[in-house]
């Protein structure tokens, strides 16, 4: 891979549900803007056979 290509950084998003604590991960588009609006990808697992990493694949 050459630098002429983004690449985002995996951040970490912990939270809670019914007293479950979960991850996610945000990547977010080149040139991010702190208080601008975007369009999201949410992308859940399969289950616990499912594999899952601070990474996107599609």
Do not use: C, W
């Amino acid at each position: 891979m050459t630098d002429e290509y983004f690449k985002s950084v995996p951040e970490p998003i912990p939270f809670e549900n019914d007293g479950t604590d979960l991850k996610g991960y945000i990547l977010k588009p080149q040139g991010y803007e702190e208080n601008r609006k975007y369009p999201a990808l949410l992308y859940i697992h399969g289950g616990p056979k499912g594999l899952y990493a601070p990474v996107y694949m599609p």
